[in-house]
């Protein structure tokens, strides 16, 4: 199958930023679409981003929309999620997903998740 292994979070002020990878290893070719959700305490999972194959489709929540920028790196078989003006509000875990239809919204995997904090 696939696996998905997510980087580069960790503590920030507010207004820093910082940019989250994922990996992606296994049957790589299954994949198409990408996206980025996540969870902060005593919340449900929410969607934050997602890119199609081509990189060419990107789709934001509203709440990070001129903030965050997704992007992907097929030949590397990894997306990235590009953070900056971070606010205590962004803290939560960050899961990265994949999909095995186009515009499916259906996400058959998911990563472990990487903790991101932002400080007031």
């Known amino acids: 199958q696939v696996q998905l292994v997510e980087s580069g979070g960790g503590l920030v002020q507010a207004g820093g930023s910082l940019r989250l990878s994922c990996a992606a290893s296994?049957?790589?070719?299954?994949?198409?679409?990408m996206g980025w959700f996540r969870q902060a305490p005593g919340k449900e999972r929410e969607f934050v981003a997602a890119?199609?194959?081509?990189?060419?489709?990107?789709y934001y929540v509203d709440s990070v929309k001129g903030r965050f920028t997704i992007s992907r790196d097929n030949a590397k078989n990894t997306v990235y999620l590009q953070m900056n003006s971070l606010k205590p509000e962004d803290t939560a875990v960050y899961y990265c997903?994949?999909?095995?239809?186009?515009?499916?919204?259906?996400?058959?995997?998911w990563g472990q998740g990487t903790q991101v904090t932002v400080s007031s």
């Open positions: 997903a994949a999909s095995r239809t186009p515009r499916s919204r259906e996400y058959a995997y």
């Open positions: 296994g049957r790589t070719f299954l994949i198409t679409d």
């Open positions: 890119i199609g194959w081509s990189g060419e489709s990107a």
